[in-house]
């Protein structure tokens, strides 16, 4: 079973930056792709971001496309968020979530960590 937790998330101003963390247990990450969702208060889940298990593609929604970067680090079993130039409207709770595919995972993966609350305000 895998495992999944988030971590990173914060209180920042418009424009600056935040690492979200998505680490996993279990089961090695290397083998799913990962993406990241978010969601806020009165709106639909978003998914953000996912990045495949082989090939390492990427793929970004429209609204983070430019500011937002999906990675892995395998050695420590993690995939990051690096998230730039926030705005107000990036405000919501990221989950990261894992499957077989991106496609998949998209869809509503298997596997999902509790969340991590990401606040952009002045």
């Known amino acids: 079973q895998l495992q999944l937790v988030e971590s990173g998330g914060g209180l920042v101003q418009p424009g600056g930056s935040l690492r979200l963390s998505c680490s996993a247990s279990?089961?090695?990450?290397?083998?799913?792709?990962v993406a990241w969702f978010r969601q806020a208060p009165g709106k639909e889940r978003e998914g953000v971001s996912c990045i495949s298990k082989s090939s390492g593609s990427t793929n970004y929604a429209d609204s983070v496309k430019g500011r937002f970067t999906i990675s892995r680090d395998t050695a420590k079993n993690t995939v990051y968020l690096q998230m730039n130039s926030l705005k107000p409207e990036d405000t919501a709770v990221y989950y990261c979530?894992?499957?077989?595919?991106?496609?998949?995972?998209?869809?509503?993966?298997?596997?999902w960590g509790q969340g991590t609350q990401v606040t952009v305000s002045s």
């Open positions: 979530a894992a499957d077989w595919s991106c496609i998949q995972t998209l869809k509503g993966g298997r596997y």
């Open positions: 279990g089961l090695t990450l290397n083998v799913f792709a």
